[in-house]
């Protein structure tokens, strides 16, 4: 009897119960079936599809090209497409950057009852779905919108604020931003005041604390919120589409343009450039910072 | 420290309580929360143009999105998807959980990494691979592909949120059930399932918002037969302004307000 516990005691210690009810493969089996049937089999697809050739008639036949690539990465008007994504992205992530800062500070610094609420408020929109979003800027931007009305009634000339880059700027930004919020928030909540009230007490200033003590220590938060509003950016579609229209054609809308004309080489192709920007990202993310961040935002 | 930052300065600013960070901080949700209360206001306008304020008070926009068959089809169809991609989410999910933070098992930090990585690379490149793979497979246009193309994007969610929920809950309380006696299947069914409860439950409704509102993929794989709700919606939006779509958004931000208060109930209860 006290062997038999002292058995148990020994192999549960060791992590590896003898007398499992269900062995841990079996349990894994379904996820890896599911991603790799689904997840890795269509890429595993889409690389292949990239280099095959459009033949004339427009069916695709299985003869090595680099055509597509070349088409992507040499035509201007692809080329337009290409950095005007990676722009929008860029500029969205500053400008959250910006404006989140300041915000999260106040979250984790506030000592108001109301915190939870205040949290929840950056919240709600994440839960919100995007196109009820982008809409609501149609109705608030738009030519015969809210922000023009009040303008015309100030007597004050009309302004274009959708179908051009302010208009998806402004989705974006206001979309994306509780991505670059919540883990700015989690990372200035872990500094500890303490540390920052030793700063000020070996006789640093505000300014000369929060720059060099606080910015510092909340840079990695920064660093994941950075990485989730710029891959997101890069993979949006319905934004641009319901408020750039067709002066702000991104990636994601030249895909499905593609598709719709059934150039599924190509789209594959500019699929793989899109992953490709975004390995980069997370890979250089994960040299600074260490992707296993990522997954304190969620739990 | 944080005290001079957010200073209260004399004055009346002082007797508000309010310091110019608390000032940045409520203009900033007032950017965050105002487009959805726009919406909210102009869905019981009785108004057809998007007028603001509106001139006058009623409920026609709700009357007619519960008389539009089309629109009340592909809201089934949407909780169809979005019910039976929570389920299979969470349960896949789960199981993977479990045996990734109770085992060690070899290649599990490359399992692992898979298994996440449906979250980082952009939907819109899922839905132009599954696109082309359903295709081939010949179940193009069904149901059922949107289903699993959603069960894929929903497993790191359930992934993060039960690995975490199951890092908490100490190893030393399963063991103590096992040199109690208890087999595996009792202890993991009466000590580990209800302490993780509410985690599963908190990635259940991510889950669930997460395959509701998602477009993308659901664009790419319905075929005209089985286009779901946010499909509608875009389509109705591409062309114009549909003041229909006012109450439709006003009734989503309160089921899905209601969604976010439950979350944050599991997990403060966690």
Known sequence: ?299 | MARDVVQYKPGILNRLHWNPLAFYAAIMFMFLLAPGFVVIILSFSSSTFMEFPPPGFSLQWYGTFFKDEQLLTALGISLQVAFAATILSILIGTLAAFSLSRYTIRGGKVIRLAMLAPFIVPWIVQATGLYRLFALLGIQGTIGSIIIAHTVICIPFVLLVVSAGLIAVPRSLEDAARTLGASGITTTRRITLPLISSSIAAAAIFAFITSFDEFILAFFLASPSAETFPIKMFLALRDKVDPRLTAVSTLFITANFAGVILFQRLRRAK
Do not use: C
């Open chain 1, 1 to 299: 009897m006290v062997k038999n516990i002292q058995r148990r005691i020994n192999s549960s210690s060791t992590g590896n119960l003898k007398t499992r009810w269900i062995p841990p493969y079996i349990m894994l089996t379904p996820g890896i079936v599911l991603i790799t049937f689904f997840f890795l089999l269509p890429l595993t697809l889409m690389v292949i599809y990239s280099f095959y050739t459009r033949v004339l008639g427009g069916s695709i036949e299985p003869i090595f090209t680099l055509d597509n690539y070349l088409r992507a990465l040499t035509r201007p008007l692809y080329l337009k497409i290409i950095f005007r994504t990676l722009w929008l992205a860029l500029v969205t992530t500053i400008i959250t950057l910006v404006l989140s800062y300041p915000l999260s500070y106040f979250l984790a610094r506030t000592k108001s009852k109301h915190k939870n609420l205040l949290v929840l408020a950056v919240l709600f929109p994440f839960w919100t779905s995007i196109i009820i979003r982008s809409y609501a800027w149609l109705v608030l931007l738009g030519n015969k919108g809210v922000v023009n009305s009040v303008l015309a009634g100030l007597g004050l000339p009309k302004v274009q604020l959708i179908w051009n880059e302010t208009g998806v700027l402004f989705g974006l930004v206001q979309i994306l931003l509780p991505y670059m919020i919540l883990p700015l928030y989690a990372s200035i909540s872990g500094i500890k005041e303490s540390i920052e009230e030793s700063a000020r007490t070996l006789g640093a200033g505000s300014l000369v604390t929060f720059m060099r003590m606080t910015v510092p220590l909340s840079l990695p938060g920064a660093a994941t919120g950075a990485l989730l509003v710029f891959i997101s950016a890069m993979g949006s579609f319905l934004t641009p589409a319901l408020l750039g229209g067709p002066s702000q054609i991104v990636i994601p809308m030249l895909i499905y343009e593609q598709i719709a004309i059934l150039n599924y080489a190509f789209a594959a192709a500019l699929s793989m450039i899109l992953v490709f920007i975004v390995l980069i990202i997370v890979i250089l993310f994960d040299r600074l910072v260490g992707l296993e961040r990522l997954g304190g935002i969620y739990g």
